[in-house]
């Protein structure tokens, strides 16, 4: 398996990039839970519907810890939280939390470790475990 991409023309005329071609991800698709609780029922003894409970279980409590300010780890998976969305004001006096709160939103970091080592080009890089063995390959649909 592998990430395809294809690639595009910048067609923006005052990008310092104009004309220039860059890799574009071409997605093979959406899986959905369904086939996610399938996948994982043929790799080990869980049924999908054990498995079904426990996602909705694990939906429902990192919402719960989420909603209640926490940052939720999971480990491999990475860090999930919540932050508010706010216009801004001069005087912190004037700041109104039903009127300047605009929103929220979901963020997610994935796990990674940063580097540590005396090569300018790796030292403060972030290793992400989900992009472990990932390759790129061109696609020929256009």
């Not at 919402?63 to 912190?92: A, R």
Request: proline share 2%; with cysteine.
């Amino acid at each position: 398996m592998a990430i395809h991409y294809r690639l595009l023309q910048n067609k923006i005329k005052g990008s310092k990039n104009y004309r220039k071609y860059y890799a574009h991800t071409v997605k093979q698709g959406v899986i959905s839970l369904e086939d996610i609780e399938e996948m994982i029922e043929e790799n080990c003894t869980a049924k999908a519907s054990d498995v079904r409970l426990v996602l909705r279980e694990l939906f429902d409590t990192v919402k719960f810890y989420m909603q209640n300010g926490y940052t939720v780890d999971l480990k491999e998976m990475g860090k999930f939280s919540i932050s508010v969305k706010s216009v801004c004001v001069d005087d912190p006096k004037e700041f109104r939390h039903d009127r300047h709160i605009t929103g929220f939103k979901c963020n997610y970091t994935p796990q990674g470790k940063r580097y540590h080592s005396a090569e300018p080009e790796v030292k403060g890089h972030i290793h992400r475990g989900l992009l472990d063995g990932c390759e790129a390959v061109e696609t020929k649909y256009y």
